[in-house]
Antibody, heavy 126, light 108 residues
């Protein structure tokens, strides 16, 4: 079955760019039918969706973070990545990647995340 | 903007008891709601999608119901491994995905 694994630095300095990669195994990103997302969780807090991407490169961002985010895909490596610019201590969180179903169903829409990677803790500190 | 609220924040129950968790949306989301379980140190796991459909491998003691603005996750008889935090989630065409704040089910 599909498995996802996050990788990237565990420590990033304030004002720098946080860069993470998610490697997908057990299935191809290029097979279509699913999007691929990044989600984060601040320590002891709830979940916040950040962005998703399709294998073709179509993207969608959380409006509140859009100006600092870039999501990209590398189908040759079966990976997708996230860049978060100008980080502050408020960006300290566990970052998850997840396979995502997205449907445009009427005026509302539908979708969910399954499966998830195990998550990686990124600490922003000088 | 669609906002999800969950109640109660914490539910203290004993193994074998029935758990009833609530998720309310600020406007109708039809049946477009999912539920996740998260245990300490682990990633969330999809339990229910489209309000009432169990995800692959999820035990039958988990069930979801509701539509419009009011949704319920029921755990028929709590097993020791069910003590965790539960999140509801919705996706809208204009704001992407949002999660509720979570309900913690702990051992009484």
């Amino acid at each position: 079955q599909v498995q996802l694994q996050e990788s990237g630095p565990g420590l990033v300095k304030p004002s720098q760019t946080l860069s993470l990669t998610c490697t997908v195994s057990g299935g191809s990103i290029s097979s279509g039918g699913h999007y691929w997302s990044w989600i984060r969780q601040h320590p002891g807090k709830g979940l916040e969706w950040l962005a998703y991407i399709y294998y073709s490169g179509s993207t969608y961002y959380n409006p509140s973070l859009k100006s600092r985010l870039t999501i990209s895909v590398d189908t040759s490596k079966n990976q997708f990545s996230l860049n978060l610019r100008s980080v502050t201590v408020a960006d300290t969180a566990v970052y998850y990647c997840a396979r995502t179903l997205v449907m445009v169903v009427g005026p509302i829409g539908d979708g969910w995340f399954d499966p998830w990677g195990q998550g990686t803790l990124v600490t922003v500190s000088s | 903007e669609i906002v999800l609220t969950q109640s109660p924040a914490t539910l203290s129950l004993s193994p074998g008891e029935r758990a009833t968790l609530s998720c309310r949306a600020s406007q109708s989301v039809s049946s477009s709601l999912a539920w996740y379980q998260q245990k300490p140190g682990q990633a969330p796991r999809l339990l229910i999608y489209d309000a009432s459909n169990r995800a692959t491998g999820i035990p039958a003691r988990f069930s979801g119901s509701g539509s419009g603005t009011d949704f319920t996750l029921t755990i028929r008889s709590l097993e020791p491994e069910d003590f965790a935090v539960y999140y509801c989630q919705q996706r809208s065409n204009w704001q992407g995905f949002t999660f509720g704040p979570g309900t913690k089910v702990d051992i009484k």
